[in-house]
């Protein structure tokens, strides 16, 4: 036995001394393979893959990159180029986060990134981006994102403006609803948004009666429904509430304490998560943005997405889109800027604007003059919107990309165009 | 710890003096080395660990084991970043100035609980750690669960400017040497002595005229003004901090850097276990999503195998040399 | 405040208690027993509830069949993870807090990667309400107070009467002179250990109707765990109960009344009691661990 021990001694410790190797640039994580006559362009991007939409986001990403390097549809100044995308593990924690971004800016030296979905993680790696001026596309929901002193990070998810329209559906679908309460966790996000929604709704002439807040990691729903409950809104909003599970429990609570008033949420559920913990009559009437690829006529882009990831993993219903519009826009913004150099791309895109697509349709770049940001940083885009009848989510309405714009610059305040 | 007395008596063998020298001056020349900016965070980084295990360590050396250490650092760290942003002190005041506030509230605190022997002492620190990170999150002037953000960098001293990772790095090495020092000279007076003999045997201590109390108090609070130093420096170079930082689990996984370097080496311990905790996952970063259980299992092995630390490699090396060496010798003396 | 909703606040906070005391027993039994501090027994709540959803919806077997099964698999997978982890530490509490990290991260991980992304739900076994008086209650919340009354019942009969209990209440009080008595101290940490791990799983069983499965829940449980532990003592199994009670009922009351500061109650009240009792409620003074 000590014969053995000792050679598992002597086995550690090589082990130990072999894994410097990881420093070396060869074990880097790439996806595309390049091939000759073609450069190859270098793209980091971070994604908390404790969690499922880290590695959902990363699931899609590698359908799209490679279906994208192999149509070879990015031609720079006449030379053609793959893209690179290297993924590492952030955790959603800022000391993993930062890591993350210094190993891609300093060893693998990537000018762009993408796709950054934590607050957390961003805000972290922001001086080191910015200071390396490293174009950054995030997906984050934290409004620090786009404060007004950032130059090269742009906002490129729908989070932070997709409010107003959705309240402008909200008027369609519950003309008579006249308070709501509002049912969030007790997170950055969460009180980011909840703040938010307050405003839009009362600027929509919904009276919020009170704002409720559950620690971020709660199952038991009963007593803050109960409570929810006793103050008979027409309407309960879950702003900042996370697709999964945890939504469907929150709706299973609130009809077990008896509400049966109209339920909006800004966030597309897991329908297949929803269901599983919730009964159709808890779920009933839910008003919720629907995905691109779950409308009646979805866009050409939208079918070629949802066919190209079935066709590797077989199954729809885990994906998410959520965090991809970045991906979109940096390819968008690199063609409109027919150049490499981040600063170049970053400046042209903040001062002139950028519009692109994605699966869900139309994105553009906005001004944030309500948050003092004159720049082009924050997102807008098409949103369609479904209610969930017998436990399926039907179609209901489509809100234009000019309208969500006006919607936005009526609450907020500004010219965002 | 022998060895340590051994080679700073006036015993020195020249081996040694070489080997602290060539080690002192890659040390020094690191900057040098190491040529990208993400290899020198991550010796900061692996420095910061390092001064937090220390400052278990020096807790765990008079019997207590503490899993509330991430509390002090964030103390230290929210302390610093807010003198310099509310109160427009400089940084070089902030940092001793946050030492010493972390330092009086773990008095404060320290009176209370270091008290209570043991398993209780455990507890305390682990509810005074979720209490303190809850805090820190739903206080709104603290920023709330987002954290500080926009910290700023140290004030530059003449022409010395923080702005390159190089000028950070000798900082902390100049505080990790600081506590080293410290924590050496306390080690080797008589409150180490008294601090190794209340982990030994605290009833004969106590016989001996120790009073547990007041000895573990000071260590209590040292450790704590330790971490609270790195914390500011933390605060200054990260730039923002957050609450979930300075986690419980932070707290447990700075356990594991003392554990895994040997408890019984309260200063090449820390750092060992530190070395391997902070680099070995980013060194991991090959197996993308299955990094976590490559640690989890490189940690299991190393607890399992070596239970004493890898500081306790050399004695068991030394006895499975000696065990080998004998079966040899048994072997040639049948023939 | 109505009676009605105060009784309606109370079983809430019964069930979720009881439920909390399903898995600190769990926890204190390992500790006191084998004295592990299990950072990874959230995992096996978690894997409980996972082989429960495997055998219930994708093999469609009966909810309680899968229920017991899912138990015993918990049981087998923890005594292997001891005599393959534990065993060649035990005794040192530190090295197995360090090993049970180790394994939790693993565990999470690997269940993130292996059980897939998609958060699971299972449809309750228990439909409907049950009306006493005039209060109405969803009659899976006292379906789970019944089952965890019984379990615990179960778990004292096992440690008051049968000769295992008697050796693992031996084992606890002083492993040697157990050892003495010829009491085979490993193989009673191995089935502590199952036994311990097993609750955990059983718990994760029982609540996966009512709440949702996921790669993480076992994290946020742990917390939940540890401060059970803190109220009621490290080694009693009685103040398991009470602690148990106490976490339940503080949130259940907390969050209608406070909503998210509820945490910073449970926190206060934890806080009042250690510096009357220290130890918990029903904690020893142990001086050395």
Redesign the interface.
């Known amino acids: 036995m000590k014969r053995g021990k000792s050679i598992i001694f002597l086995g550690i410790i090589g082990l130990l001394l072999l894994l410097p190797m990881g420093f070396l640039p060869f074990f880097s994580l790439s996806i595309a393979q390049p091939s000759k006559d073609v450069k190859t362009l270098k793209v980091g991007c971070t994604l908390p893959l404790?969690?499922?939409?880290g590695?959902?986001t990363k699931k899609m990403l590698e359908v799209i990159v490679p279906k994208f390097n192999d149509a070879g549809d990015l031609i720079v100044k006449g030379q053609r180029y793959q893209i690179d995308l290297i993924i590492y593990d952030d955790k959603y924690s800022a000391e993993s986060g930062r890591a993350a971004v210094e190993r891609l800016v300093y060893q693998d030296k990537v000018q762009f990134m993408i796709c950054q979905i934590g607050s957390a993680p961003i805000v972290a790696g922001l001086s080191t981006t910015e200071s390396e001026k490293v174009m950054n596309m995030v997906g984050g929901a934290s409004p620090k994102i786009v404060s007004p002193k950032n130059q090269y990070i742009f906002g490129t998810s729908t989070t932070r403006t997709s409010i107003p329209p959705l309240w402008t559906m909200v008027k369609k679908v519950f003309p008579n609803a006249k308070t709501v309460v509002f049912i969030s966790p007790?997170d950055e996000t969460g009180r980011a948004r909840a703040k938010e929604e307050t405003q839009v709704a009362e600027a929509f002439g919904v009276k919020v009666l009170q704002v409720?807040?559950?620690?971020r990691?709660?199952?038991?729903f009963?007593?803050?429904a109960?409570?929810a409950k006793s103050f008979n809104s027409d309407l309960i909003d879950y702003p900042g509430a996370v697709a999964?599970?945890?939504f469907?429990?929150q709706l299973k609570a609130m009809y077990?304490a008896g509400f049966r008033g109209g339920h909006v949420s800004a966030i597309t559920p897991?329908m297949?998560?929803i269901t599983?913990?919730a009964s159709n009559e808890a779920l009933e009437g839910l008003l919720c943005t629907m995905q691109g690829t779950e409308v009646p006529s979805p866009s050409p882009l939208a079918r070629e997405v949802k066919q190209d990831y079935m066709k590797k993993y077989g199954k729809w219903?885990?994906a998410s889109l959520t965090w991809i519009p970045a991906w979109y826009a940096f390819i968008q913004a690199i063609k409109k800027a027919d150049s490499l150099d981040p600063a170049v791309v970053a400046n042209l895109i903040a001062t002139k604007g950028l519009e692109w697509e994605i699966p869900n349709g139309k994105a553009m770049l906005v001004k944030r003059p309500d948050l003092e940001n004159n720049k082009y940083c924050d997102t807008c885009s098409e949103m369609a919107y479904g209610q969930i009848k017998s436990g399926k989510l039907a179609y209901v309405g489509r809100i234009s990309l000019d309208e969500t714009v006006s919607a936005c610059e009526k609450v907020f305040g500004g010219k965002w165009r | 710890m022998e060895k340590w007395l051994r080679i700073y008596s006036m015993k020195l063998c020249t081996k040694e003096v070489t080997l602290f020298i060539v080690l002192g001056i890659i040390i020094l020349l690191l900057p040098l080395l190491m040529k990208s900016p993400y290899q020198m965070h991550l010796i900061i980084m692996l420095c910061i660990n390092i001064v937090l295990a220390m400052s278990f360590a020096m807790l765990f050396s008079t019997?207590l084991?503490t899993i509330g250490a991430a509390a002090f650092w964030a103390i230290g760290a929210y302390a610093s970043a807010l003198l310099v942003m509310n109160l427009n002190l400089s940084f070089w005041l902030a940092l001793p100035l946050a030492s010493i506030i972390t330092g009086v509230i773990a008095f404060m605190l320290g009176s209370?609980?270091v008290?209570?022997?043991?398993?209780?002492f455990?507890?305390?620190t682990?509810?005074i750690n979720?209490?303190i990170v809850?805090?820190l999150g739903?206080m709104e002037f603290l920023g709330g669960w987002g954290g500080i953000l926009d910290i700023p960098r140290p004030n530059p001293i003449g022409s010395i400017k923080f702005v390159s990772k190089t000028n950070y790095y000798y900082l902390i090495l100049f505080l990790l040497l600081l506590t080293v020092v410290v924590f050496y000279a306390l080690y080797s007076s008589r409150i180490g002595r008294a601090w190794r003999s209340i982990r030994l045997n605290?009833?004969l201590a106590q016989t001996l005229g120790i009073n547990l109390f007041r000895y573990r108090l000071l260590a209590f609070i040292v450790a704590s003004m330790s971490a609270g130093l790195v914390g500011s420096f933390y605060a200054h170079y990260f730039g923002t901090i957050e609450p979930n930082t300075f986690s419980?689990f932070k707290s447990?996984?700075i356990?594991?850097y003392g554990?895994?370097g040997g408890?019984n080496f309260y200063l090449m311990g820390p750092t060992i276990g530190a070395l391997i905790m902070t680099l070995v996952p980013e060194f991991l970063r090959i197996g993308k999503?299955?990094?976590?259980?490559l640690?989890?299992?490189?940690?299991?092995l190393l607890?399992?195998f070596l239970?004493g630390g890898i500081l306790s490699l050399p004695e068991r090396m030394g006895s499975l040399a000696a065990a080998f060496l004998s079966r040899i010798k048994k072997k040639v003396s049948l023939h | 405040m109505t009676l009605d909703?105060f009784i309606?606040?109370l079983v809430?906070g019964f069930a979720?208690g009881m439920v909390y005391v399903l898995i600190a027993s769990g926890l204190i039994l390992v500790l006191g027993v084998a004295r592990i501090f299990n950072?990874a027994h959230g995992e096996f709540y978690m894997l409980g509830a996972y082989t429960t959803f495997g055998l219930c919806q994708v093999l469609r077997v009966n909810f309680f069949i899968s229920i017991i099964s899912a138990t015993l698999v918990v049981a087998l997978f923890a005594a292997i993870c001891y005599r393959l982890?534990f065993h060649?530490?035990r005794g040192?509490l530190?090295?197995c807090?360090?090993?049970s990290?180790?394994?939790?991260?693993?565990f999470?991980?690997?269940a993130?990667?292996g059980f897939?992304?998609?958060?699971?739900?299972?449809?309750s076994a228990f439909f409907g309400v049950v009306a006493i008086g005039n209060v109405t209650m969803?009659v899976e919340k006292m379906a789970v107070i019944l089952l965890c009354v019984a379990i615990m019942l179960g778990l004292y009969y096992l440690l008051m009467k049968t000769k295992l209990g008697k050796a693992m209440r031996a084992v606890k009080l002083d492993t040697e002179v157990a050892a003495l008595q010829g009491i085979n101290t490993m193989r009673v940490y191995a089935l502590s250990m199952a036994v311990g791990c097993s609750l955990a799983g059983l718990a994760g069983g029982i609540i996966a109707p009512?709440?949702?499965?996921?790669?993480?829940?076992g994290?946020?449980m742990l917390?939940k765990c540890?401060m059970v532990?803190?109220v009621g003592g490290?080694?009693s199994m009685l103040g398991g109960v009470v602690g148990g009670l106490v976490i339940g009922m503080t949130?259940?009351?907390?969050?209608?009344?406070l909503?998210?500061?509820?945490?910073?109650l449970l926190?206060i009240i934890?806080?009042v009691i250690?510096?009357f009792k220290?130890?918990?409620l029903f904690?020893e003074?142990?001086?050395?661990?």
Do not use: W
Not at chain 2, 115 to 120: C, D, L
Not at chain 3, 101 to 106: D, I, Q
């Open positions: 404790n969690t499922g939409m590695v959902e007790d409720l807040h559950y620690p990691d709660t199952v038991d009963s007593s803050i109960a409570k999964g599970t945890q469907g429990l077990g897991q297949d998560e599983a913990v219903s885990e | 019997g084991i209370i609980i008290r209570a022997p043991g398993v209780a455990v507890v305390q682990m509810v979720m209490i809850q805090a739903q605290p009833r419980v447990i996984y356990q594991i554990i895994l408890l999503e299955i990094e976590p259980i640690t989890g299992g490189i940690l299991i607890v399992i239970p | 909703l309606q606040l809430n979720t950072f982890v060649h530490i040192n530190l090295l807090a360090a090993a990290m180790g394994l939790s991260m693993m999470e991980r690997g993130l990667l897939g992304t998609q958060e699971r739900g299972l449809p969803p009512l709440f949702s499965i996921t790669p993480g829940m994290h946020a917390l540890f532990l803190i490290l080694e949130l259940s009351f907390g969050y209608y009344f909503g998210g500061l509820s945490e910073i926190f934890i806080g250690l510096v220290p130890g918990g904690g003074m142990v001086e050395d661990i």
